[in-house]
């Protein structure tokens, strides 16, 4: 069986190892909601006072230029501000296609609260986080000590909340009676006054799939913005003592009033594309889930137990999904997916009987092998629908396939 762990991408743009051992870590190639960077975020934000240099960066720094470089703010551009509002960003078109609307370009600041906010950095229900920095994606060749120059950190800060608050939107009270007297909400005026368009994470993250260009670069950051967001929504409170949290370091830790610290869960789930050799040639096995509905289908995921390894979840879940009897594996590739709050580990997986599988009844309703011609055509025909191509799972499918699938054809009415 081939060494998928060193085989590069099979198709597209993806760059196989160089053979001076440079290249991608993932034989996937870059997946969505990645980057080729190494972040120094993670240690910035631990120190005292790092949000409130934020905000001053925000609100008292016009030039790039203006901006000191220091432990409290390395960067040497103002941050970003974008929005996000029960998990849409706030995009604009651009050249390179839709991009996360800068809200700082677009309206004047309320420097004030913006000030208090972020020197407190202490709140229970927050309304603006720091997401970390955003790297423009880089040229696969591009990539290690040789560059050309080092690729440039923008921090970013994401509104959550309260935008009429942050955003001076004039001094009359905002009319909220849209056309024909229809109720708007404040985001949906926000979106009008600049120009912008809320669309969902999950679907803005397909823009970033081929690994280039402003979504691509905006991937990691949107991801976390998320995956925080949503943290932050159910923990306001301590479920040991029900004691109140408050957010702190720009959204990254709770606190309680004891000083016990709280951090982000992430939840790691494994997704594996079962494949076996069997009537002379190479077939993979996919599920339709009961959820679903009749047509579509995908590969093989579940969450990791407690005290399980990801290999042993793959093989639990493989048995218990279809009772396959999985033989051999190789890692493949992750996927942030904070939807809540998920990190998908992608397997390869061969069993060893593929006569015997049958969909387990309960969460898979049917199950199908398919040869590479036959995938081909059922996809293109329309007659079964794959995953998307901002999951995970569409790239097993590709990688196993060798190709990219392309755009299906809508199936045809009877």
């Known amino acids: 069986m081939t060494n998928l762990s060193v085989a590069g991408s099979q198709y597209g743009t993806d760059a196989a190892p ?15 909601l990645t980057t080729d960077r190494v972040r120094t975020t993670g240690a910035v934000r631990e120190h005292a006072g790092f949000f409130g240099h934020l905000g001053r960066a925000l609100t008292e720094w016009q030039l790039p230029t203006d901006a000191p470089s220091n432990d409290l703010y390395p960067w040497k551009v103002r941050p970003a501000l974008i929005a996000l509002d029960g998990g849409k960003v706030l995009v604009a078109e651009t050249g390179n296609g839709p991009e996360p609307q800068d809200l700082a370009g677009v309206f004047d600041l309320n420097s004030e609260p913006l000030l208090s906010y972020t020197s407190l950095d202490r709140h229970q229900h ?13 040229a696969p060749e591009q990539v290690g000590e040789d560059s050309a120059e080092p690729q440039l950190e923008h921090p970013v800060l994401v509104l959550l909340a309260d935008f009429d608050r942050y955003l001076s939107l004039g001094d009359a009270p905002l009319n909220l009676q849209g056309f024909e007297n229809q109720e708007q909400t404040l985001a949906e005026v926000i979106a009008a006054r600049s120009g912008g368009s809320w669309v969902s994470v999950r679907d803005y993250a397909a823009f970033a799939y081929e690994g280039q260009g402003a979504a691509f670069a905006w991937g990691e950051v949107l991801a976390a913005a998320a995956s925080l967001s949503t943290w932050h929504a159910s923990s306001g409170f301590d479920g040991r003592t029900g004691a109140p949290t408050y957010a702190t370091r720009g959204g990254w830790v709770r ?47 579940g969450f990791v137990e407690g005290g399980e390894a990801l290999e042993t979840a793959v093989l639990r879940e493989v048995y218990e999904e279809c009772g396959g009897l999985v033989v051999s594996l190789k890692y493949l590739g992750s996927q942030p997916w904070p939807f809540p709050r998920s990190l998908m580990c992608g397997y390869l997986a061969v069993i060893s009987n593929p006569n015997q599988v049958e969909a387990d009844g309960a969460e898979i309703e049917e199950i199908r092998w398919f040869s590479r011609a036959e995938l081909l055509e059922a996809h293109r025909s329309g007659t079964v629908q794959l995953p998307g191509p901002s999951s995970i799972s569409r790239r097993l499918i590709e990688f196993w396939l060798g190709q990219s699938l392309g755009h299906p054809q809508k199936p045809a009415e009877r």
């Open 255 to 301: 606190v309680t009033d004891e000083g016990r610290e709280l951090f982000p869960r992430t939840d790691p789930a494994v997704i594996t594309a079962v494949t076996a050799e069997f009537g002379g040639e190479s077939k993979i096995l996919l599920g339709q889930a009961r959820a679903w509905g009749k047509g579509r289908f995908s590969t093989f995921a």
């Open 126 to 138: 927050p309304s603006l986080i720091f997401a970390g920095s955003r790297v423009q994606a880089s």
């Open 18 to 32: 160089t053979p001076g051992g440079q290249g991608w870590f993932s034989p996937l190639g870059r997946l969505p």
